[in-house]
């Protein structure tokens, strides 16, 4: 039958006891230390948080079971001794990261929590007692003002351990929301935590200073967070957008004559449809003349936006009348005054364009006088008529 080496106990494991023990003494020295001599019991306190009693895992001597319970799980595999050097390696670097940082708010909070009870206890008690100094001012001050320092840097340290460890709860949110993602953009992070995005770009900003991702980067172009080792890649070459077609414009002009014959179609009464042909007729050589004499456009602008316009509004509102079938008061009074109306337009609109001609009327006017001057002149012209080659 084969004996193992047992340790102090039948599990194997260092004696609790004892170091239970051990500890409790180590913290009743500091506390009587605190009252008789306080920095020595500050300093303890401090080196027993910083990691003092830090408790390390000793197999050697242990049953090859609970070696083996210590180590990987596997057929008839024994460890002695710390494990592998590859264990920690074959962690995540964030997970590592993000231990190390909430082992340090831990510590920080901890220890400006110790400090600022004692600090805070001292402070009262040393401006309490020297409130006889109170009269001489700068004697009050350099009795107080030295524990009230250190009361504040303990508080100090409280506050940095409390935002280290919000920092830890977030960067775990950050974690738990990246899973195995390589690539995520800022907006969905910002949507998901209900943060603006410039502080999620701030606080992931501080994680890769923090190391919790060694070859992640911020790709501000893109506006997200990049966790490949793959670098930045180029963005894929732009392509030059084809010249749009620009679909033809529709000519003003044909848009009112064609208005013209569509109103025209609508109406029934036929001196009425006569008029409308009349005007359409009129409208067309006033758009001819002025797309051929565009100087004198200026003299079309009482005609083009008001004439023209509130003929054919009227001409609408009549065929909407004609088509109610009613012989109503109100209808037939506005469609009889429309129609006494329609000779006045139609004779204004014959007008306007007669008055278009008459620059030119009297250009041909004076020529044909200079022309008849000429021939009188030349002995060309007699009462019986023009003679020309003797």
């Given amino acids: ?14 004696s ?31 080196v027993k948080v910083l990691g003092g009693g830090r408790k390390r895992t000793n197999v050697q001597g242990q049953h090859p079971y609970y070696a083996q319970q210590n180590g990987s799980v596997g057929a008839r595999t024994v460890h002695t001794g710390t494990s592998g050097p590859n264990q920690a390696s074959s962690l995540p670097v964030s997970s590592q990261v993000l231990a190390k940082l909430s082992l340090q708010a831990k510590r920080l909070t901890i220890v400006g929590m110790i400090l600022s009870l ?71 992070l910002s949507s998901a935590l209900g943060t ?41 070459p732009v392509k030059p957008e084809p010249p749009k077609e620009e679909s033809p ?43 051929n004499h565009p100087q004198k456009s200026p003299q079309l602008h009482s005609f083009l936006s ?4 509130t003929t054919l509004k009227i001409l609408r509102a009549y065929a909407q009348l004609e088509d109610q079938e009613v012989n109503g008061e109100n209808i037939s009074a506005a469609m009889e005054r429309i129609e006494n109306m329609m000779d006045k337009v139609v004779e204004g609109f014959e007008k306007q364009l007669d008055q278009l001609f008459q620059g030119d009327a009297l250009d041909i006017t004076a020529d044909v006088e200079v022309l008849e ?18």
């Fill in 196 to 236: 603006p995005p410039a502080k999620v770009r701030d606080e992931l900003s501080d994680m890769l200073d923090d190391g919790l991702f060694p070859m992640g980067y911020l790709d501000y172009g893109n506006d997200r967070l990049v966790l490949s080792g793959e670098g930045l890649s180029d963005p894929p």
């Fill in 373 to 390: 001057r000429m021939l009188a002149k030349d002995g060309l012209s007699s009462q019986d008529g023009l003679r020309l080659g003797g």
């Fill in 118 to 188: 004692i600090f805070g206890f001292t402070s009262v008690s040393a401006l309490a007692g020297s409130l006889w100094m109170l009269p001489d001012l700068a004697w009050y001050l350099e009795a107080t003002v030295p524990i009230l320092c250190f009361f504040f840097g303990s508080l100090g340290c409280l506050w940095v351990g409390l935002r280290k460890r919000n920092k830890v709860r977030r960067c775990r949110k950050y974690l738990a929301m990246l899973g195995s993602r390589t690539v995520i953009s800022i907006s969905a």
């Fill in 16 to 46: 609790r006891h004892g170091r239970g023990s051990g500890d409790r003494g180590f913290w009743l020295s500091a506390v009587l230390l605190l009252f008789f001599f306080p920095p020595v019991g500050i300093l303890m306190i401090v």
């Fill in 1 to 14: 039958m084969t004996s193992y080496p047992y340790q102090n106990g039948a599990s194997g494991s260092p």
């Fill in 306 to 309: 008001y004439y023209l316009p």
């Fill in 249 to 291: 414009k529709e000519d003003p002009q044909a848009v009112v004559l064609q208005e013209i014959r569509t109103i025209n179609d609508q109406i029934d009464n036929p001196k009425l449809s006569q008029q409308i042909d009349r005007i359409g007729v009129i409208t067309a050589k006033v758009f001819e003349y002025q797309r």
